[in-house]
């Protein structure tokens, strides 16, 4: 049985897609998925499968949520092993201390692309940067994510548009949710 967090884009956001955790979790039980527990109202679900790929449970999730709830959220889901790399391999250690709902990551569904990324950083006017992970990019938003103007930056939509985003101390979190999850079932 492997262990799963899963990221749900767009629910919950100013009033719409909206979506109550305990029903999230309901549904995850009908469809077969082991312990599912969620975090925080935005999203974030932790659950047991034993089917293999991500993709397969993407698409069985985001058709079971479409069919309970009528709305089409997109998932991104992360197995544990890979979520402790995203943690391990965080550029902006610091940053993530001191300032950790300032450092977010977002996750992506394939490898961002080097060659839009890097135009998208050159070109930042602000204090952010960003960094590439695997399937996600962390970005520093050192003077607030409320004034920031990143997200006007050429590209930006291009490089971000299917993405969902986590801070640091959701990502946090969630791996300790993860963990417990797992070692319930041991």
């Known amino acids: 049985m492997t262990t799963y967090i899963a990221l ?4 919950n956001v100013g009033g719409n897609n909206k979506v109550k955790m305990v029903e999230l979790k309901e549904m995850l039980v009908e ?22 790929s991500r993709e397969e449970l993407e698409d069985r999730l985001e058709e079971a949520t479409k069919e309970k709830f009528e709305i089409a959220p997109a998932y991104y889901i992360r197995t544990l092993k890979e979520w402790d790399d995203v943690i391990a391999a965080n550029p902006f250690e610091q940053m993530a201390k001191d300032d950790p709902s300032h450092l977010m990551v977002a996750f992506l569904r394939d490898p961002p692309d080097a060659e839009e990324l890097a ?3 050159s070109a930042i006017q ?3 940067k960003l960094e590439a992970g695997t399937e996600h990019i962390y970005i520093t938003y050192p003077d607030d994510i409320g004034h920031s103007k990143v997200d006007r930056t050429p590209g930006w939509k291009n ?17 300790e949710l993860a963990k ?5 079932r041991q």
């Open 8 to 11: 749900l884009r767009g629910i």
């Open 31 to 52: 469809r077969g998925f082991e312990n599912p527990k969620t975090l925080l109202q935005s999203g974030n679900v932790v659950f047991q499968s034993s089917t293999e």
């Open 119 to 121: 135009k998208v950083a």
């Open 126 to 128: 602000g204090p952010e």
């Open 159 to 175: 490089l971000f548009g299917k993405s969902t985003a986590r801070n640091w101390n959701t990502v946090l979190k969630l791996a």
């Open 180 to 184: 417990q999850v797992c070692g319930s």
